[in-house]
């Protein structure tokens, strides 16, 4: 058995021919322009197509607004032509009758004298009256003063209403007198005799003895 020429040698060589073949056609092909028309065949041609622009429809526009109407001017004014109208004189020589008779005088209306009503006052006496309770608080805290009170005495003498018109500064001492005097009698007031109600005023003094 020969070690030089192995069995696959020819094998190789066989290959070895083949590839350069193939080369040589591939740099023929090359050359003379072979592969750009297989691939022309094999390509095939690109076709284009011009696609027109597809518009939308027009929208409706509104119709136009009518012109204005116009309005015939007014005829021009033409003042109306002035016209004096000349007065007559006022006659002067009027008739005028005279009468010798004089108007009667109508007597005047006797007046009636009414008599004048007699009234008299009420009269409002503290001294008459129980003394108010002199407030605890007020002690303790030697509050004094004068309060003035107004009064509405009724036909009877009772009190009817009361009011402070003048505070003594402690409303406390105000609240006593108010109510300790408004449970008093008085005079009442009197018209041609006759008694009526009507306001008094009073003033009542606190004072600590």
Same mark, same amino acid.
């Given at each position: 058995?020969? %070690?030089?020429?192995?069995?696959?040698?020819?094998?190789?060589?066989?290959?070895?021919?083949?590839?350069? &073949?193939?080369?040589?056609? @591939?740099? %023929?092909?090359?050359?003379?322009?072979?592969?750009?028309?297989?691939?022309?065949?094999?390509?095939?041609?690109?076709?284009?197509?011009? &696609?027109?622009?597809?518009?939308?429809?027009?929208?409706?526009?509104?119709?136009?607004?009518?012109?204005?109407?116009?309005?015939?001017?007014?005829? =021009?004014?033409?003042?109306?032509?002035? &016209?004096?109208? /000349?007065?007559?004189? =006022?006659?002067?020589?009027?008739?005028?009758? &005279?009468? /010798?008779?004089? =108007?009667?005088?109508?007597?005047?209306?006797?007046?009636?004298?009414?008599?004048?009503?007699?009234?008299?006052?009420?009269?409002?006496? #503290?001294? +008459?009256?129980?003394?108010?309770? %002199?407030?605890?608080? *007020?002690?303790? #805290?030697?509050?004094?003063?004068?309060?003035?009170?107004?009064?509405?005495?009724?036909?009877?003498?009772?009190? @009817?209403?009361?009011?402070? @018109? +003048?505070? *003594?500064?402690?409303?406390? @001492?105000?609240?006593?007198?108010?109510?300790?005097?408004?449970?008093?009698?008085?005079?009442?007031?009197?018209? /041609?005799?006759?008694?009526?109600?009507?306001?008094?005023?009073?003033? %009542?003094?606190?004072?600590? /003895?």
């Amino acid at each position: 058995m020969s %070690y030089l020429d192995p069995p696959d040698s020819g094998r190789r060589l066989t290959g070895i021919a083949v590839v350069t &073949v193939f080369h040589a056609v @591939l740099i %023929y092909a090359l050359l003379t322009g072979l592969a750009r028309k297989v691939i022309e065949v094999i390509v095939p041609p690109l076709e284009t197509k011009i &696609v027109e622009e597809v518009k939308p429809p027009p929208i409706d526009k509104p119709p136009p607004p009518p012109p204005p109407k116009m309005a015939a001017p007014p005829p =021009p004014f033409i003042p109306p032509p002035e &016209v004096r109208v /000349d007065t007559p004189p =006022p006659v002067t020589n009027t008739i005028t009758a &005279v009468s /010798d008779v004089k =108007p009667a005088v109508e007597a005047p209306m006797p007046q009636v004298q009414t008599p004048a009503r007699t009234r008299t006052n009420a009269v409002v006496d #503290a001294s +008459r009256c129980e003394k108010p309770e %002199y407030p605890t608080a *007020s002690l303790r #805290a030697h509050e004094t003063g004068i309060v003035v009170l107004s009064f509405l005495i009724g036909a009877d003498g009772s009190v @009817l209403d009361s009011k402070v @018109l +003048r505070t *003594s500064g402690s409303r406390r @001492l105000d609240e006593a007198a108010r109510k300790g005097l408004g449970l008093c009698h008085f005079r009442p007031a009197t018209a /041609d005799g006759k008694p009526e109600q009507s306001w008094a005023r009073i003033e %009542y003094e606190w004072k600590i /003895d």
